[in-house]
């Protein structure tokens, strides 16, 4: 009797090993859905992020090349109405830049 009640102890505690093990094994897989969703989450707000930024670099530039148009058209009609002082404005911008280098 008492190698009866040993086996059915023993099988109990391999019953109570399998349900804990068991749990365990779903608590994870559980968990790691729960990562899995949250990595493709984080995924998303990056590439939404990566195509904003990018959206806004084109504007940038578009507007950049825009005013670098517009500067192209008052330099060249202030040169051709006042080549003496755009040639003054020039020379003063050359030195400012040139001391700015410099320090």
């Known amino acids: 009797m ?4 040993t086996y059915g102890s023993a099988a109990r505690v391999e019953d109570t090993a399998r349900s804990t ?6 608590t994870a897989s559980d ?8 990595v493709d989450k984080a995924l998303d707000s990056a590439e939404s992020a990566a195509r904003s ?14 005013v670098a148009g517009n500067m192209k058209t008052a330099v060249d009609k ?20 040139g001391a700015l280098w410099k320090s």
């Open 2 to 5: 008492a190698n009866a009640t």
């Open 21 to 26: 093990v068991n749990k365990m094994a779903d």
């Open 31 to 38: 968990l790691a859905n729960k990562a899995g969703h949250q």
């Open 53 to 66: 930024v990018a959206e806004h670099g084109k504007d940038a530039g578009e507007r950049v090349s825009a």
């Open 78 to 97: 202030s040169v051709r109405d006042q080549p003496m002082a755009t040639l003054a404005v020039a020379a003063a911008l050359g030195f400012v830049v």
